[in-house]
């Protein structure tokens, strides 16, 4: 079945020390998006690919990075991680036809720092 | 803030009982779109609704629209235990692709 993984689902880093978390989708969308989304709270875009276009969130931390190598996979780098980026981080994406659409979201990693 | 309200943030209900719950949001919208999400895992999508649509069914669901009033209903029929969950909904301006999601709204549904 076409999907959206992310690996690893959960995540534990160490308070500064860096830490990777990937995406791969099957359904050759071209566009992903990261989210971060504490508890309670609506997920919080980060940044998004438009094929291989990097939009930024105007408030995204700049201890925030991604990657987008090919189609399938794109990469949140988090350099320096700090107790309040302990969260659920969401990849999505989505088959964007410029009138909206649905996004189909990965299940989601959880980091704990510690 | 973009950022759009649900209501209630929480509701509880019998199971068999119908659940509404209401979005509202701020500026114009390409389309409307309401996701659910099981505790600790991501968000599925449920139904999507144009700016140009009022009413919308899929299954047990009935999404309305009512753009004058910057609002949107999703309606859960006879609901199950199965439905417990967070329900968002989420706004397409239809500028760079991306969605505003509300704050959610936690449906439990008590067998």
């Known amino acids: 079945d076409a999907m959206v993984i992310q690996n690893p689902r959960y995540q534990v880093t160490q308070f500064g020390k860096p830490v990777t978390l990937s995406c791969s989708q099957t359904l050759n969308h071209n566009v992903m998006y990261w989210y971060q989304q504490k508890s309670s709270q609506a997920p919080k875009l980060l940044f998004h690919?438009?094929?291989?276009?990097?939009?930024n969130e105007a408030d995204t931390p700049d201890n925030f990075q991604s990657r987008r190598p090919n189609t399938s996979f794109c990469f949140l780098d988090i350099r320096s991680p700090g107790l309040g980026d302990a969260a659920m981080y969401l990849c999505a994406t989505s088959r964007d036809e410029r009138g909206g659409g649905e996004q189909f979201f990965g299940p989601g990693t959880r980091l704990t720092v510690l | 803030s973009q950022q759009g309200e649900e209501d209630p943030q929480a509701l509880s209900i019998q199971e068999g009982e119908n659940a509404t719950m209401n979005c509202s949001y701020k500026?114009?919208?390409?389309?409307l779109q309401w996701y659910r999400q099981n505790s600790g895992r991501g968000l599925v999508h449920l139904i999507l609704i144009r700016s140009n649509e009022r009413e919308k069914h899929s299954g047990r669901l009935r999404v309305t629209l009512d753009t004058s009033k910057k609002s949107s209903s999703l309606l859960i029929t006879a609901s199950r235990a199965a439905d417990t969950a967070s329900y968002f909904c989420a706004q397409d301006t239809g500028a760079n692709s991306k969605l505003t999601f509300g704050k959610g709204i936690t449906l439990s549904v008590r067998p």
């Open positions: 500026t114009s919208i390409n389309n």
């Open positions: 690919y438009y094929d291989k276009d990097f939009n």
